[in-house]
């Protein structure tokens, strides 16, 4: 037994306090919210992701679900496991999975779809009150970053500012320390309008929060023939094949995504080429804005290749 634990702090009181020594800067804006982007149409544990949220009325991470986005790699000695090891001096080592944060990103651009749309169309947007029970990183802790924050001390907005990535790398990571109850610490669920009438959205109106809905992706597939160099020209083809009526939409790729027939590794990266270029305005998600960089290459390494999204 640790000092800590014989006094009863929690290990999230000691993750907590961890990052807060190594945080520098002002303190946060409370004004800006952190969230949580997933795919709301997708199954986890044998059941429609939403229903599992109803049942569980908590917010689970990859530690619990077994599930991913990306990689899994929730387990003692994986990549995930190793990240929170470091990052937060073992404080979640023995801990039960139920137990250890779950992860989002802070919302400093203001972004309707949610600070981290790569990982999901939909996202829940949480209260100011979380904001004090969460550590922040930049850039992806699967870089391994030296630079930290919490609500108190926090200069990664200044850092991710001055930096020059691309739309769906534009993210400060955090990390939600404790449970996330969708009836206390959950705002709204804002779901992509593709959604509407489907049961997807029957199922979020389960959910004791409220439901809101931003402006939505939509594409002709054949117009992402024009970035083959974006995550690899199979993944255009694939976006035209699995198109209705030659468009892509969130609901349309969840919809190929159920039938079990194409790789899910596949089908995350038609999801980015819809998130990068399928959004309305350019500086949400489409041509780089002013002063943003360029597309990369396929074959540059993704954060949710390797660590995954929640669910």
């Known amino acids: 037994m640790t000092a800590d634990s014989a006094l009863g702090v929690t290990p999230a009181e000691r993750a907590l306090r961890h990052v807060a020594g190594l945080a520098v800067g002002p303190p946060l804006d409370r004004r800006l919210r952190v969230t949580l982007n997933f795919h709301p149409d997708r199954w986890s544990g044998g059941a429609p992701i939403l229903a599992r949220m109803a049942a569980d009325g908590v917010y689970h991470s990859q530690f619990t679900t077994g599930t991913s986005n990306g990689g899994l790699s929730a387990f003692p000695g994986g990549d995930r496991w190793r990240w929170e090891s470091r990052i937060f001096n073992e404080a979640y080592d023995a801990t039960a999975p139920q137990h250890r944060p779950v992860y989002g990103a802070l919302n400093f651009r203001h972004r309707p779809y949610g600070a981290a749309p790569r990982f999901g169309s939909a996202h829940f947007r949480l209260t100011p009150e979380t904001l004090e029970r969460t550590t922040f990183c930049y850039p992806d802790s699967f870089t391994e970053p030296t630079d930290f924050g919490v609500a108190a001390r926090m200069g990664l907005i200044a850092l991710a500012e001055a930096d020059r990535r ?8 955090a990390q939600v320390h404790g449970p996330v109850r969708f ?128 669910s």
């Open 166 to 173: 691309d739309v769906l790398d534009d993210y400060i990571e």
């Open 183 to 310: 009836d206390r610490d959950v705002t709204a669920l804002v779901l992509d309008p593709s959604h509407r009438g489907t049961e997807v959205e029957a199922a979020a109106r389960r959910l004791p929060c409220p439901v809101e809905w931003h402006p939505g992706w939509r594409i002709a597939a054949a117009a992402l023939r024009r970035y083959p160099d974006f995550r690899g020209p199979e993944y255009v083809a694939l976006a035209e094949e699995i198109a209705q009526d030659g468009m892509l939409d969130p609901r349309i790729l969840g919809d190929a995504a159920r039938t079990g027939r194409h790789d899910p590794q596949a089908l995350k990266k038609v999801w980015h080429y819809l998130a990068r270029f399928g959004a309305p305005t350019a500086d949400e998600a489409g041509t780089p804005a002013a002063g943003q960089a360029a597309a990369p290459a396929a074959d540059e390494t993704e954060p949710d290749d390797r660590k995954g999204a929640e």
